[in-house]
């Protein structure tokens, strides 16, 4: 397993290295301190599972980063470590195509178990967005989804419990299995709602769940320690 940290912080970086190391033994760190070598290295590593990524660091705005790093690796997941858990900040980071947003102040635990859902293909969102983004319609809230409603929102019925389950943390398999449908269908349902809520990914798409009300999870098995883990 290969990972990136990019991170102006030494410090920050040598911890979350230690942390890091429950991952697995074969485990395999690089380093980055700006968005210049963030890129740098981006361009010439192979085989890259994930980017732990800081959003403050010198080269160029973080959102002009963030978006620079998904253009030279679409396929690999990029996870916000951040200081700060501003829910515009974050929607916007989730705009752009991260994969997960950590708060820096999380615990190793949930670290780790956050990490872990998003390389098996997952997403994760700090508990805050997901709480305070379920205002819907009227026009309150903010950032993405700010006025969705489900009376204004475009999808069919069975969209609507696919979509709710995708917000519940369920995989296409899952999705397919509850709804007694083939996974290629489920394939169809996803890529139809993404379109009518006009977002890019998966992540865009719990957001939008949680805008719906639609993101009542199984407690004690989808956030554990306190936080709140999307599968995906």
């Given at each position: ?50 980017v ?118 369920k ?5 397919a ?7 290629g ?48």
């Amino acid at each position: 397993m290969k990972i990136l940290i990019a991170d102006d912080h030494e410090l920050f970086r040598d911890g979350l290295r230690l942390v890091l190391g429950d991952l697995g033994p074969d485990l395999q760190v690089i380093e980055a301190s700006s968005y210049d070598q963030t890129l740098e290295i981006a361009n010439r590593e192979e085989g890259l599972d994930l980017v732990l990524l800081d959003l403050v660091m010198p080269g160029m705005p973080w959102n002009e980063g963030l978006g620079a790093v998904k253009r030279r690796l679409p396929a690999v997941p990029v996870v916000i470590l951040s200081a700060s858990e501003d829910r515009r900040l974050v929607l916007e980071a989730v705009r752009l195509g991260a994969a997960g947003f950590i708060p820096k102040t999380s615990s190793s635990k949930v670290m780790l178990s956050a990490l872990r859902l998003v390389m098996s293909g997952g997403v994760y969102l700090p508990p805050a967005l997901i709480d305070e983004s379920s205002v819907v319609g009227g026009g309150r809230g903010d950032g993405p989804h700010a006025d969705l409603s489900l009376d204004s929102t475009p999808l069919t019925p069975r969209q609507r419990e696919v979509l709710a389950l995708l917000g519940q943390g369920k995989s296409n398999k899952e999705i397919a299995r509850i709804l007694n449908l083939s996974e290629g269908t489920v394939k169809l349902h996803v890529t139809a709602i993404l379109k009518a809520l006009n977002v890019s990914n998966r992540t865009g798409a719990v957001v939008a769940a949680s805008r719906l009300g639609l993101t009542s999870l199984n407690r004690g098995e989808a956030e554990p320690m306190g936080d709140r883990v999307v599968n995906g």
